[in-house]
């Protein structure tokens, strides 16, 4: 069965400071996509990255990066040097098919605070 | 251009009427999906159509829901005699050639049950 687990329910930190996010998940498939997304203050989700489960390679963007590693079935964030602006509600989402087609499971989400 | 729009924003209802709420794709994105999310909660799947078609329709709460797709284009959830445990944001993503691709969400109905 599909699971994904996100332990932190709420970090906070003091701007500046690195912060990683915490993504296991669960599958039968050899076959699927991980995800994050940010949920500002605002409400609307913000897709961040998209990975396949062929590719480990880890993946930076600016401030944010990635670590995939199937053999513990992680796929953490993390932020560097973070911004008052981080703070939101962190989702991390697992995308395989099923038996009915297809299906997304989201983590319950870990909410970042970044104080000034 | 133009992101996934929904309607309405805020919707109050009282118990045991019916809602419709309404999601407008991105264009051109063939897929698109329907999710829940209760107060201070994760999101919760309920169905997604590729194309006018939705495969799996399990993950609807209960016979009270319902969802449709017309032209490819705009869908409508609709819930039937609304109960307080409905209360919730709804919200609605689009993706471009079907299942596995990236989701773009809309900002979501914020839907309150008196």
């Known amino acids: 069965a599909q699971k994904v687990t996100q332990a932190q329910t709420e970090i906070s930190v003091v701007e500046k400071e690195d912060v990683t996010l915490d993504c296991v998940y669960e599958?039968?498939?050899?076959?699927?996509?991980l995800f994050w997304y940010k949920q500002p203050p605002s409400g609307e989700l913000v897709f961040l990255i998209r990975?396949?489960?062929?590719?480990?390679q880890n993946e930076i963007s600016g401030r944010y990066s990635w670590n995939f590693q199937k053999s513990t079935s992680s796929f953490n964030f993390t932020i560097t040097a973070s911004q008052v602006v981080d703070s939101a509600v962190y989702f991390c989402a697992l995308s395989e098919r099923n038996t009915g087609g297809f299906k997304t499971i989201f983590g319950a989400g870990t909410r970042l605070f970044v104080k000034a | 251009g133009a992101g996934v729009s929904q309607s309405p924003s805020n919707k109050v209802t009282e118990k045991g009427k019916d809602v419709e709420l309404r999601c407008d794709p991105i264009s051109g994105h063939t897929a698109l999906y329907w999710y829940r999310q209760s107060l201070g909660q994760g999101l919760e799947f309920l169905i997604y159509?590729?194309?006018?078609?939705?495969?799996?329709k399990s993950g609807l709460p209960s016979d009270r829901f319902s969802a449709e797709r017309t032209g490819g284009s705009v869908s409508t959830l609709t819930i039937q005699r609304t109960q307080q445990e409905d209360s919730a944001v709804y919200l609605c993503?689009?993706?471009?050639?079907?299942?596995?691709?990236?989701?773009?969400f809309g900002p979501g109905t914020r839907l309150l049950v008196l």
């Open positions: 993503a689009s993706s471009s050639t079907g299942v596995l691709e990236t989701q773009y």
């Open positions: 990975r396949n489960s062929f590719d480990e």
């Open positions: 599958t039968r498939d050899t076959t699927y996509y």
């Open positions: 159509f590729q194309g006018n078609s939705a495969p799996d």
